[in-house]
């Protein structure tokens, strides 16, 4: 009887041992998928206003990291240049589904860093670009 016991005892510490083992790879495993997903996360993305015709652009001077990019996000930082008037800007590609997708594209690809929104030369000329000049990135003028 004390050989049976010793020996079932022999048994269980080899599938606790083995148990053990698995919890470990485990947890190991998981922590670098959530390091990597971390850092993806974390990514800065830099989001331009561009008239692709002439490839006029201006690159805002706040870059948010990827899990804060959202349609609201996005909005309020294209509401931050500076504009000529009190009056709220007016982009039509915001409320297109070629915007939606790009931005969802730009949230899940890790090989997107910029989210390009399209507008009219009209569009732009909306925002003091001599402000501009002086706070944010430019091209094409």
């Known amino acids: 009887m004390l050989k049976e016991l010793t020996e079932s005892i022999a048994i269980l510490d080899q599938i606790t041992i083995v148990i053990s083992a698995g919890?470990?790879?485990?947890?190991?495993l998981t922590w670098?998928?959530?390091?990597?997903?971390?850092?993806?996360?974390s990514?800065?993305?830099?989001?331009?206003v561009i008239v692709p015709e002439t490839e006029k652009y201006i690159a805002l001077w706040s870059r948010p990291e990827r899990k804060h990019l959202t349609r609201a996000e996005v909005l309020g930082l294209i509401g931050s240049i500076?504009?000529?008037?009190?009056?709220?800007?007016?982009?039509?590609?915001l409320n297109t589904r070629?915007?939606?997708?790009?931005?969802?594209?730009?949230q899940d690809n890790k090989d997107s860093s910029v989210l390009f929104i399209e507008c009219s030369?009209?569009?732009?000329?909306?925002?003091?670009?001599?402000?501009v000049k002086q706070q944010c990135e430019y091209a094409g003028w």
Do not use: T
């Not at 670098?32 to 996360?41: M, N, S, T």
């Not at 990514?43 to 331009?48: A, D, E, F, G, L």
């Not at 500076?82 to 982009?91: C, E, F, L, M, V």
């Not at 070629?98 to 730009?106: I, K």
């Open 121 to 131: 030369e009209q569009e732009l000329q909306q925002f003091d670009l001599d402000k």
């Open 82 to 93: 500076p504009r000529k008037s009190s009056a709220n800007y007016k982009i039509a590609y």
């Open 23 to 28: 919890s470990m790879l485990f947890s190991f």
């Open 43 to 48: 990514q800065r993305i830099q989001i331009k």
């Open 98 to 106: 070629d915007f939606f997708q790009r931005l969802a594209e730009v």
């Open 32 to 41: 670098i998928k959530l390091r990597r997903q971390k850092a993806f996360d």
